[in-house]
């Protein structure tokens, strides 16, 4: 097979090849470049297969880099955003190694992070945490990992919940419906018992568990 015609597309940076005039694959024009490829130039089955899977990878990556620029995400989701591009399972396995060895890719770090982030901006208990990294992907032990940090400081969450809500004057004289409030959102009873004794808000022998 020759190649016949090498046209530049309309995304930035990439050509088209075609291979006795019928399109073949696409290419980077640095892949373009370093690989020497020219129209005239024959070019096995093995060789157009392997010009193939390098420009799907690269395809993917490009997708994979955009995807985090505007915030990081969990290996799952990656995985999930390429596969409804259309992406190879070799594409994306390919795509999620190299982004993991740049460090751009990192589940540990993402639930660490996700945690920290939803502690500062909006407090929330562990198991409601815990549901939201289990729907981003992530693993039991990466967010068993990321929850020690608030496994043993519910009791505050709470706090900044009532003081965040204004939940005190709200519930004032109806310390019931405030345990019953926290916990629908996840809290533990006597987190919540404790939590409220520490504001002083009702009377704890009045709330119904």
């Known amino acids: 097979m020759r190649i016949t015609d090498i046209k530049r597309q309309n995304r930035d940076g990439y050509y088209s090849v075609f291979l ?15 690989g020497g490829l020219r129209v005239g130039r024959e ?3 093995a060789d157009v297969e392997a ?8 395809k993917a990556l490009g997708y994979g880099y955009r ?9 799952s989701e990656l995985g999930s955003y390429l596969r409804r591009k259309g992406f190879e399972p070799t594409e994306i396995e390919y795509v999620t ?5 740049e460090r751009l890719i990192s589940d540990e770090q993402f639930a660490k992070d996700w945690v920290d982030m939803r502690q500062r901006t909006s407090p929330r208990s562990k198991q409601r945490l815990t549901a939201e990294l289990r729907k981003k ?3 039991t032990e990466n967010i068993d990992e990321a929850l020690v940090v608030v496994a043993g400081d519910q009791i505050i969450t709470i706090a900044r919940i009532v003081e965040n809500k204004r939940l005190r004057d ?19 009873y006597s987190d919540i018992t404790n939590a409220i004794n520490l504001l002083n808000i009702g009377d704890p022998d009045e709330m119904e568990q």
């Open 97 to 101: 190694k190299r982004l993991m060895e």
């Open 51 to 58: 010009w193939r899977k390098q420009s799907g990878e690269s």
């Open 67 to 75: 995807y985090l620029a505007s915030r990081a995400r969990s290996a």
């Open 43 to 45: 070019l096995t089955e």
């Open 170 to 188: 709200k519930y004032k004289n109806e310390p019931s419906k405030l345990v019953a409030y926290l916990a629908r959102q996840g809290f533990g």
């Open 137 to 139: 992907g992530l693993s």
């Open 20 to 34: 006795d005039d019928e399109f073949r694959f696409s290419l980077t024009d640095l892949a373009l470049s370093s």
